[in-house]
């Protein structure tokens, strides 16, 4: 497992911007697929977007596609999620999630059972 931290959460009109960053610990950052998920009072915790080893491969939850985008900086261990064009519906708290990659297998993962690090998760309100 890999120690993740979310920051860069808070309280946002809608139709405005917020991005979030996970920072991870370790020297193996790279290694990892890492992937954002959110958990909105009373539901369950769903996927949001996942990003391959390198910013080769991207994947978004249809909810989310053409707002937010998900980055990665191997040297400095961060993962980003830039989210724009925010909704209420959007609120939620953000998780930050990562896999090792092994080789041969897939790019990217959408499933909470897919991934075994987790962070403590940043807080995203959307007022209207």
Known sequence: QVPLVESGGGLVQVGGSLRLSCAASGRTFSSYIMAWFRRAPGKEREFVASISLTDEDTYYADSVKGRFTISRDNAKNTVYLQMKILEP??????????????YGSRNYYTRRTDFGSWGQGTQVTVSS
């Open 89 to 102: 519906e959007d609120t939620a708290l953000y998780y930050c999630a990562a896999r090792p990659w092994i």
